[in-house]
């Protein structure tokens, strides 16, 4: 069964610390697409990342890093120097590459960030 | 259009009326998805259309609720005979592609509240 697990209900941070939000996911398919998305409070979800799971080499964008390990199922996340402006909910998504599945992005149910000034 | 358009932003219904919740992509993707977001369920995976065409339906959370996509374009998520439990936010995306190629655009939701 394909399910993602974001352990993390919700952080609270002070500005300018690190923060890591873990996503653990499970899958059968050996091709398969991970994503991180934001959602600030105005609603929409905001496309960060997408990584296939034959590409696991770390990536950095500005504040933002992803931690892609197979080993241990885990895509984790982390904001460095956090700013008031990261405060939103974080969703781990995981979509597999079978025909028919392709559509469907499994979520994880979200970590709530809130960076404090 | 610039984003994906989702109206109305905000629907009161009562209990037993129907209700269509409509989705316009962003000009020229040919995918399309809808989700809902619930407090006790999280973000739940509907339907997805590939152009006008929707291959899989069993994401629909019973017969109650139908969606449609003509021209490639506008969608419309139509839930008839609306009960208490249908309270959520629908959420809409589009992608040039189908998801695993290309990233998704979300709209901003209809929040949806049945009384």
């Known amino acids: 069964a394909q399910k993602v697990t974001q352990a993390q209900t919700e952080i609270s941070v002070v500005e300018k610390e690190d923060v890591t939000l873990d996503c653990v996911y499970e899958t059968r398919d050996t091709t398969y697409y991970l994503f991180w998305y934001k959602q600030p409070p105005s609603g929409e979800l905001v496309f960060l990342i997408r990584r296939n799971s034959f590409d696991e080499q770390n990536e950095i964008s500005g504040r933002y890093s992803w931690n892609f390990q197979k080993s241990t199922s885990s895509f984790n996340f982390t904001i460095t120097a956090s700013q008031v402006v990261d405060s939103a909910v974080y969703f781990c998504?995981?979509?597999?590459?079978?025909?028919?599945?392709?559509?469907?992005?499994?979520f994880g149910k979200g970590t709530k960030l809130s960076v404090k000034p | 259009g610039a984003g994906v358009s989702q109206s109305p932003s905000n629907k009161v219904t009562e209990k037993g009326k129907d209700v269509e919740l409509r989705c316009d992509p962003i000009s020229g993707h040919t995918a399309l998805y809808w989700y809902r977001q619930s407090l006790g369920q999280g973000l739940e995976f509907l339907i997805y259309f590939q152009g006008n065409s929707a291959p899989d339906k069993s994401g629909l959370p019973s017969d109650r609720f139908s969606a449609e996509r003509t021209g490639g374009s506008v969608s419309t998520l139509t839930i008839q005979r609306t009960q208490q439990e249908d309270s959520a936010v629908y959420l809409c995306?589009?992608?040039?592609?189908?998801?695993?190629?290309?990233?998704?655009?979300f709209g901003q939701g209809t929040r949806l509240t049945v009384v």
């Open positions: 998504a995981l979509s597999e590459a079978d025909v028919g599945s392709q559509g469907n992005l499994i």
């Open positions: 995306a589009s992608s040039l592609e189908i998801i695993v190629s290309t990233e998704a655009f």
